[in-house]
């Protein structure tokens, strides 16, 4: 009995050893910090302007959400941020200055890491040469969809008391319900018996593209 109890003792510990080692790798895995993909302002950073604003757009090597901290000074001031962990992003700046310098830098954070590009600048357009236009949805949206037009989708239905809940760019059971509402009202569709109802198809499209005024 004695030595039953002793081999599954040593098997016990080189199980034990290699369960930490193959934590250690995973942490080692998670201690990378998230990095911008060919960071430049040419290359993958790009920066189309406005005299009121700009749209920024890059992309970064791993999923990640990011803080985009600018202002007109190196002190920024203020952020624009997005909860989606996604490898393509984009930011818009509005209310800007004309014919101003502006400063920004990227912070990427995935749950675990913090990683800060370096700073750029752009200048706005002279005043009166471009407008920011706004953003609408650019496609037909459905249940479990993803992505940057989701998280419009739902600042628009908050901005209509239609939706209550968190920003996440998920389309989840609480953005169909509002979806459901908005359309009742709007006279769009309403009920489960309608097609289309709950999602976001070519009449809610346009309907919602035109409150936006996009």
Same mark, same amino acid.
């Given at each position: 009995?004695?030595?039953?109890?002793?081999?599954?003792?040593?098997?016990?510990?080189g199980f034990?050893?290699?369960?930490?080692?193959? #934590?250690?790798? !995973?942490?080692?895995?998670?201690?990378?910090?998230?990095?911008?993909?060919?960071?430049?302002?040419?290359?993958?950073?790009?920066?189309?302007?406005?005299?009121?604003?700009?749209?920024?757009?890059?992309?970064?090597?791993?999923?990640?959400?990011?803080?985009?901290?600018?202002?007109?000074? *190196?002190?920024?001031?203020?952020?624009? $941020?997005?909860?989606?962990?996604?490898?393509?992003?984009?930011?818009?700046?509005?209310?800007?200055?004309?014919?101003?310098v502006y400063?920004?830098?990227?912070?990427?954070?995935?749950?675990?890491?913090?990683?800060?590009?370096?700073?750029?600048?752009? $200048? $706005?357009?002279?005043?009166?040469?471009?407008? *920011?236009?706004?953003?609408?949805?650019?496609?037909?949206?459905?249940?479990?969809?993803?992505?940057?037009?989701?998280?419009?989708?739902?600042?628009?239905?908050?901005?209509?008391?239609?939706?209550?809940?968190?920003? $996440?760019?998920?389309?989840?059971?609480?953005?169909?319900?509002?979806?459901?509402?908005?359309? #009742?009202?709007?006279?769009? !569709? #309403?009920?489960?018996?309608?097609?289309?109802?709950?999602?976001?198809?070519?009449?809610?499209?346009?309907?919602?593209?035109?409150?936006?005024?996009?």
């Amino acid at each position: 009995m004695n030595i039953h109890l002793r081999s599954i003792s040593k098997y016990s510990i080189g199980f034990f050893i290699i369960g930490i080692v193959a #934590c250690s790798l !995973v942490f080692a895995e998670d201690m990378v910090a998230p990095q911008l993909s060919r960071v430049t302002i040419t290359g993958s950073i790009a920066i189309k302007l406005y005299s009121d604003g700009a749209f920024i757009t890059w992309e970064s090597n791993r999923p990640e959400r990011y803080i985009l901290s600018y202002g007109d000074t *190196l002190a920024y001031g203020q952020t624009e $941020t997005s909860p989606l962990l996604v490898t393509r992003h984009e930011a818009i700046l509005r209310n800007l200055h004309s014919a101003t310098v502006y400063h920004f830098r990227i912070t990427l954070e995935d749950g675990y890491n913090q990683g800060i590009s370096r700073d750029y600048s752009f $200048t $706005t357009l002279a005043q009166g040469v471009a407008l *920011l236009p706004p953003i609408g949805l650019e496609r037909f949206l459905l249940y479990g969809n993803r992505g940057e037009d989701v998280l419009r989708l739902q600042q628009f239905l908050t901005r209509e008391n239609l939706y209550t809940g968190p920003i $996440t760019g998920f389309y989840n059971q609480d953005t169909k319900i509002a979806v459901e509402q908005f359309q #009742c009202r709007e006279r769009i !569709v #309403c009920g489960n018996s309608f097609y289309g109802y709950g999602e976001v198809l070519r009449n809610t499209f346009h309907a919602i593209n035109a409150l936006l005024g996009a």
